[in-house]
């Protein structure tokens, strides 16, 4: 009904006055940004300048910015069934609305769900809307792919060009993806640090390369940081202006931050607020600002969290400190630039904590405590598209490419992957 009244408002019928006309471009332009982008992927078909017009990355741009575009969150719930074997895991992504009432647990709108899958191992994201999903199938083989929820549009990633020396048992690696403003190419970091069978530091290697969307390939880079740094992956994707940010933590037990330029794709460095060397620290975003947020993981039931900001670079204000009264928990992310979202770690909830009411709202959420595999993340939806010029993919094609993408390997493969004790 709605679709059909706002096409009668733009185009009116033939019958009408000869002095009824349809409405200014620009207004129609500003009436369009206002809508869900489930609304505007229908009107596409109304007529090809609606559908130049809202395919234009300035279109995208403005959509995704407009205040009507309000960030949400959108949990990403993974679990474990044990009891069977193969180890089979389900996956479940949560949009939760955009006002959350204190004390009620809101309603869950279901964006993905996979019911019995092998291979998923973590999202990170969103950037632009955007998602980076991994799955990895035996030993350190890990697969890509960029996810659009609200377009549901998918497409998996190439191999990245890795070369492995034998000597090495064990690895970390951390992601980020981001956009580069110059080009317009979305772009995917990886960095992989591996240890030898020794754990000689000396002889550890850091490997990177970085994907381009637009090209559709990867390149090597060159790392300038030590290899015995361990970066952590953030809460959200930590991606500003163009840099992707990691925090990052030596044997001194100092933190400092590393960082991607996304359009000269070089690796820098930051200072960080002065971290207690037994105190936890991650990296979020607050608006449209990068946050630190650190505490002291060995106290959950008085623990005290303090939020700064990065005004410039080099300087920090901090802008909140939260001691949440509540069981055992850890903090998942920072949603509405003050509320916190934690993991109650006895009952397995997860939970909305408002610092200035001291409000507690279950959001509905079981999670697996056996598993490192909640996550909770701001989320605005995008009309940002993913696939290349020469490709074409309809929306229910996508949620099969994606569907396959992390389905069950076949009997014979699971098999082969318990007989060597591969399959996590």
Same mark, same amino acid.
């Given at each position: 009904?709605?679709?059909s ?22 207004l ?6 206002? +809508? ?12 090809? /300048? ?15 910015? /407009? ?5 949400? +969150? ?6 474990v ?7 089979v895991?389900? *996956? *479940? ?16 709108? !279901?964006?993905?769900?996979l019911?019995?899958? $092998?291979?998923? #191992? ?5 950037v632009?809307? +955007?998602? +980076?999903? %991994? ?34 048992? /064990? ?71 163009? *840099? ?14 590393? $960082? ?13 607020p ?31 969290y ?12 901090? *802008? ?7 069981d ?6 920072i ?9 109650? #770690?006895e !009952? ?10 001291? %409000? ?5 959420? %079981? ?7 909640c ?18 993919q ?21 098999? #082969?992957?318990? $007989? ?5």
């Amino acid at each position: 009904m709605f679709v059909s009244f706002l096409i009668l408002l733009i185009f009116p019928p033939v019958w009408m006055e000869d002095g009824h006309r349809p409405l200014p471009e620009d207004l129609v332009a500003d009436i369009l940004l206002r +809508l869900p982008v489930e609304s505007l992927l229908r009107f596409k078909c109304v007529c090809k /300048h609606w559908y130049a017009l809202i395919k234009s990355p300035s279109f995208i741009e403005k959509h995704f910015h /407009h205040n009507n575009n309000c960030a949400r +969150l959108l949990v990403c719930n993974l679990k474990v069934a044990r009891e069977v074997h193969p180890i089979v895991k389900s *996956v *479940v992504f949560s949009l939760l609305p955009e006002e959350i009432v204190p004390g009620v647990t809101p309603e869950q709108k !279901t964006l993905l769900q996979l019911p019995r899958i $092998t291979d998923f #191992t973590c999202v990170a994201g969103p950037v632009n809307g +955007l998602f +980076l999903v %991994q799955k990895k199938f035996y030993g350190y083989d890990v697969c890509l792919g960029l996810w659009n929820p609200a377009t549901r549009e998918f497409r998996s990633l190439p191999p990245a060009p890795f070369e492995i020396e034998a000597f090495f048992s /064990h690895h970390d690696h951390q992601f980020g993806l981001g956009f580069d403003l110059l080009t317009l190419d979305y772009k995917v970091v990886w960095i992989r640090v591996f240890w030898d069978e020794l754990g000689q530091g000396a002889n550890n290697r850091v490997y990177a390369c970085v994907y381009s969307s637009c090209n559709n390939s990867w390149k090597h880079l060159t790392p300038e940081f030590p290899s015995s740094s361990t970066l952590s992956a953030p809460l959200d994707a930590t991606y500003l202006n163009g *840099v992707y940010y990691w925090l990052c933590r030596g044997l001194d037990e100092i933190y400092t931050i590393r $960082t991607f330029d996304m359009n000269s794709e070089q690796f820098g460095e930051m200072q960080v607020p002065a971290i207690p060397s037994e105190h936890w620290g991650t990296l979020t975003l607050r608006g449209n600002s990068l946050a630190l947020l650190t505490g002291d993981p060995g106290k959950p039931m008085t623990s005290i969290y303090d939020v700064w900001v990065l005004k410039q670079e080099g300087i920090w204000s901090k *802008v909140l400190t939260v001691q949440p009264h509540i069981d055992a928990h850890w903090p998942r992310n920072i949603w509405d630039n003050d509320k916190m979202v934690f993991e109650i #770690t006895e !009952t397995s909830q997860l939970v909305l904590y408002d610092p200035k009411t001291r %409000q507690v709202t279950d959001l509905g959420f %079981q999670l697996d405590l056996n598993i490192a595999g909640c996550w909770v993340f701001n989320y605005k939806e995008s009309l940002a598209p993913i696939k290349r010029g020469n490709e074409t993919q309809g929306e229910d094609n996508a949620v099969q490419q994606i569907e396959h993408y992390f389905s069950t390997i076949s009997m014979d493969e699971d098999l #082969t992957a318990l $007989t060597y004790g591969i399959l996590w």
